[in-house]
């Protein structure tokens, strides 16, 4: 019996994030939504080497990531429709802030950023 990647994944009770949140600067990172032994909603970094980095709690259940050029930043976002997106220091694994959407505003789950990562759509 085959077992694709994201089967053995949910299996470990982790989900894949989208590949371009990968690159931390320092090195390749895997950034995967979790949940913690305990529970807790959380976004994981595991090092090239399959070691974890980090576990940082989120405010609910994580979908997508994309990191801030240039820098040693990912944000996670919520997943679809949620109303928080996590800005996670990558040397730390620390949530620097968090982004709430407006009243009657969400976030779908993605985002991107400018080139320069001067500005941030989502």
């Known amino acids: ?53 980090f576990t940082a709690k989120l405010p609910g259940r994580g979908h997508g990531a994309v990191r801030r050029p240039a820098t040693n930043e990912v944000i996670v976002f919520a997943r679809r429709p949620g109303d928080w997106a996590a800005v996670i220091a990558l040397a730390s694994g620390l949530a620097r802030k968090a982004i709430v959407a407006p009243k009657g505003r969400h976030f779908y789950g993605h985002g991107a950023f400018l080139d320069d990562g001067r500005l941030h759509y989502a």
Not at 3 to 8: E, G, M, Q, T, V
Not at 25 to 32: E, F, P
């Open 1 to 53: 019996m085959a077992i694709d990647r994201r089967s053995f994944l949910i299996g470990l009770g982790v989900a894949p994030l989208p590949a371009d949140a990968t690159r931390a600067g320092d090195g390749a990172l895997y950034i995967s939504a979790c949940v913690r032994p305990d529970g807790d909603e959380a976004v994981a970094a595991f090092a090239a080497d399959g070691a974890l980095r």
